[in-house]
């Protein structure tokens, strides 16, 4: 009940299909098997334990509905050509007054292979992954630019934009994925993580489907109202 109560109170009734927005979809491989929803917890005053628990549920019932093949949550914008800088990293031997800017992105379940977005080398985060610190996963481009691609084992140390070097948590790369094609080939690079930087209170749910949508949304839509 507090999960379908949730669930209206935020909006989850607004679920929308890839394949409607032409523009955003562009680079994606089945858009019209793609659903999505986000979801703002921030007008329920939640605790972080609450969110994350809510997070949890929702993802969990989200990925046993019929028809789904695949689900995942994340605070990162896929769509679209909005830049923001969500973190700070600072590579191998920087000095702690010598970071770079990364679009940090929390993510959990099978939000990969949602989103189409393949390993290329390494590993996916997998549920013993979840709420770890100290494992992250790079972009491509970000591989690419810092390590030569060569950067499976590497560490980094990770944090928020306001956070110091001494703040910051130190994380193995044990993966990279090529990096969203929905996204400017200038983008700023994406880091992956599989602990939040800070309480989420809004998230994206993405659905990819066997097959049609349609019965896959009306079953999320109930999650609303069951």
């Known amino acids: 009940a507090a999960l379908s109560l949730a669930l209206l109170a935020t909006g989850m009734q607004f679920i929308r299909t890839m394949h409607t927005l032409a523009d955003e979809a562009d680079g994606l491989r089945s858009p019209e098997r793609l659903l999505f929803a986000t979801i703002d917890l921030a007008y329920l005053r939640y605790t972080p334990s609450a969110s994350e628990a809510f997070y949890a549920q929702l993802l969990t019932r989200a990925a046993t509905i019929p028809g789904v093949r695949s689900a995942g949550l994340t605070d990162f914008e896929f769509f679209g050509d909005v830049e923001y800088a969500y973190a700070r ?14 679009n940090g992105a929390y993510t959990a379940g099978a939000l990969f292979s949602a989103v189409e977005l393949d390993v290329l080398k390494g590993t996916a985060f997998t549920p013993a992954d979840a709420n770890r610190t100290d494992v992250v996963i790079v972009v491509e481009p970000f591989a690419t630019k810092h390590f030569g691609g060569d950067a499976l084992g590497r560490r980094i140390r990770i944090g928020r934009m306001d956070a110091n070097y001494s703040e910051a948590r130190e994380a193995t790369i044990i993966g990279i994925v090529g990096a969203p094609r929905t996204r400017r080939s200038d983008s700023i690079p994406t880091v992956f993580y599989s602990s939040t930087l800070e309480p989420n209170r809004a998230l994206s749910l993405f659905l990819a489907t066997q097959g049609d949508t349609t019965e896959a949304a009306d079953a999320l839509r109930r999650l609303g109202r069951d």
């Open 89 to 102: 990293v600072w590579l191998p031997g920087a000095s702690p007054g010598k970071s770079i800017r990364a």
